[in-house]
């Protein structure tokens, strides 16, 4: 049987790119239901995530959503984030977002920190 990742192409960082993906959703795949502890996010793509949604949802509908994401461990333990030099200003922020359990609460929140996406945004370049 071929291996799933053993993808050719002439670019040879797409080919890079694309078997790495190829190995990795392969990884993934075969610890599923094996290995509950496998974690498939990382930092970066919950602050992708995150910035999505504030950026293209109302506040109401993207509130459950950044909730789930910001409790993540990624965010909940700053071991994993602190070596991005804007993540301290984001960190107070986070954890300030992670004790409101109201949409109403969180637009009060997102109204008095309504320069969280700009920190945010900095976390991923």
């Not at 999505?52 to 984030?81: C, G, R, T, V, W």
């Not at 200003?89 to 004790?99: G, M």
């Not at 109201?102 to 900095?122: A, C, M, Q």
């Amino acid at each position: 049987m071929p291996r799933i990742f053993s993808i050719t192409n002439d670019n040879k960082q797409v080919e890079k790119k694309a078997n790495f993906f190829s190995e990795w959703f392969h990884l993934y795949t075969t610890n599923l239901g094996i290995n509950h502890l496998f974690e498939l996010e990382n930092p970066l793509s919950l602050i992708d995530k995150i910035i999505y949604q504030l950026e293209n949802n109302s506040l109401d509908y993207a509130f459950p959503y950044l909730k789930n994401y910001f409790s993540h461990e990624y965010f909940i333990n700053d071991m994993f984030l602190d070596t991005f030099l804007t993540y301290g200003p984001v960190s107070k922020k986070v954890r300030s977002f992670c004790v409101l359990s109201k949409v109403g609460e969180f637009k009060t929140w997102y109204s008095e920190n309504g320069d969280v996406l700009d920190f945010i945004e900095g976390i991923s370049k």
